[in-house]
């Protein structure tokens, strides 16, 4: 019978030949538990929050008249959907016979790996949807209206399919940006949501390994 996390941390994160004091190892088995239970229902109440978001851009695109971009921007959503349960997959397959400090070891490993995917997608989450923004304006009323007034406003400027080459050019380097620093951005946005409990995770772990050497 597959384990609970409450029976995994029973067996102790150390040999029972230890000497530890079992309040000690109890005090951490504790703040182990309610750290990952935190980290799992959080993980839980996010992926429902991004399929919400999903379909509220699917329906707010054709609501809005944009029915493309709000594809564009829910099937990015989708598919950040779709790499959150490949991982959480991975995390079922975790071995729970062996101990809690085995365990919380483990875990910390699959949010390193966990992460570093995120980051590389992020690489291409972010221009994709910067991108599809921008496209979008070029083709909306107000946006053939400011386009029309640059280019009457100065008839010599250098033009690249119609639009002011200034402008490709700037969204081709904030393209350039976003993609450089996709990764940076996602990690600074898991701190804001996460932070504080990954931090608690890493002490407890550093805590786990002190005592055990």
Same mark, same amino acid.
């Not at 959150?84 to 390193?112: C, G, M, P, R």
């Not at 972010?126 to 100065?154: C, E, H, M, W």
């Not at 119609?162 to 940006?177: C, D, E, L, R």
């Given at each position: 019978?597959?384990?609970?996390?409450?029976?995994?941390?029973?067996?102790?994160?150390?040999?029972?030949?230890?000497?530890?004091?079992?309040?000690?190892?109890?005090?951490?088995?504790?703040?182990?538990?309610?750290?990952?239970?935190?980290?799992?229902?959080?993980?839980?109440?996010?992926?429902?929050?991004?399929?919400?978001?999903?379909?509220?851009?699917?329906?707010?695109?054709?609501?809005?008249?944009?029915? +493309?971009?709000?594809?564009?921007? %829910?099937?990015?959503?989708?598919?950040?959907?779709?790499?959150?349960?490949?991982?959480?997959?991975?995390?079922?397959?975790?071995?729970?016979?062996?101990?809690? +400090?085995?365990?919380?070891?483990?875990?910390?490993?699959?949010?390193?790996?966990?992460?570093?995917?995120?980051?590389?997608? %992020?690489?291409?989450?972010?221009?994709?949807?910067?991108? %599809?923004?921008?496209?979008?304006?070029?083709?909306?009323?107000?946006?053939?209206?400011?386009?029309? +007034?640059?280019?009457?406003?100065?008839?010599?400027? %250098?033009?690249?399919?119609?639009?002011?080459?200034?402008?490709?050019?700037?969204?081709?380097?904030?393209?350039?940006?976003?993609?450089?620093?996709?990764?940076?951005?996602?990690?600074?946005?898991?701190?804001?949501? +996460?932070?504080?409990?990954?931090?608690?995770?890493?002490?407890?772990?550093?805590?786990?390994?002190?005592?055990?050497?």
């Amino acid at each position: 019978m597959e384990k609970s996390i409450e029976n995994i941390w029973k067996t102790g994160f150390i040999d029972h030949n230890a000497l530890v004091a079992p309040k000690i190892i109890n005090l951490y088995n504790q703040k182990s538990i309610h750290v990952i239970d935190k980290i799992m229902r959080m993980g839980k109440v996010n992926l429902i929050y991004l399929v919400v978001l999903a379909a509220i851009f699917l329906l707010g695109g054709f609501i809005a008249g944009t029915p +493309y971009l709000g594809l564009v921007w %829910s099937l990015l959503i989708v598919a950040h959907i779709l790499l959150a349960l490949k991982h959480t997959n991975v995390l079922k397959n975790i071995d729970k016979s062996v101990n809690s +400090y085995q365990y919380i070891k483990t875990f910390d490993e699959w949010i390193t790996y966990f992460i570093a995917d995120f980051m590389l997608f %992020s690489r291409f989450f972010y221009p994709i949807f910067f991108l %599809s923004f921008v496209i979008q304006a070029r083709f909306t009323d107000a946006g053939r209206k400011i386009l029309n +007034y640059i280019i009457t406003s100065n008839p010599d400027m %250098s033009l690249f399919l119609g639009v002011p080459t200034f402008i490709v050019i700037i969204v081709f380097v904030v393209t350039a940006v976003l993609a450089l620093c996709g990764g940076l951005l996602y990690k600074l946005d898991l701190n804001i949501v +996460y932070g504080r409990v990954l931090k608690k995770l890493n002490e407890i772990l550093t805590d786990m390994e002190e005592l055990k050497h």
